[in-house]
């Protein structure tokens, strides 16, 4: 999964134009793995371990607000591309995992 991730790596740039490789997005990974329903047991892993979903940036995000940070902006698009991403990338993985394994 995470070298699937990384292989076919999401670029992002920002509105300053700075690039966030696969190695700034790795945090986002775990978040999505750990926030993501696993087929076998039909519950997250956070909530496994912890007993508890942890809140995501996008819950906290009023979408009425007119005058949201652009650098938090920014940020909450970045998280937003790199999460489902990393959801196709785990799909992938599972399905590739499955078709071998099964």
């Given amino acids: 999964m995470i070298r699937r991730f990384c292989a076919y790596g999401l ?3 920002d509105s300053y134009g ?3 490789d696969w ?12 926030t993501s329903i696993h087929s076998s047991t039909g519950k997250t892993q ?4 912890k007993g508890w979903n942890p809140r995501l940036p996008y819950d906290t995000f009023k979408k ?5 940070h652009p650098t938090a902006s920014s940020f909450k698009i970045m998280l937003d591309k790199a999460r489902h991403h990393a ?7 599972f399905k590739y995992a499955k078709e071998r394994w099964d």
Avoid: G, W
Avoid at 23 to 34: G, M, Q, R, S, V
């Fill in 11 to 13: 670029e992002f740039k």
């Fill in 18 to 20: 700075f690039t966030h």
């Fill in 23 to 34: 190695c700034t997005l790795i945090p986002a990974l775990e978040l999505a793995y750990k």
């Fill in 46 to 49: 956070a909530m496994l371990e």
């Fill in 64 to 68: 009425d607000l007119v005058d949201i």
């Fill in 87 to 93: 959801n196709r990338c785990m799909q992938d993985s």
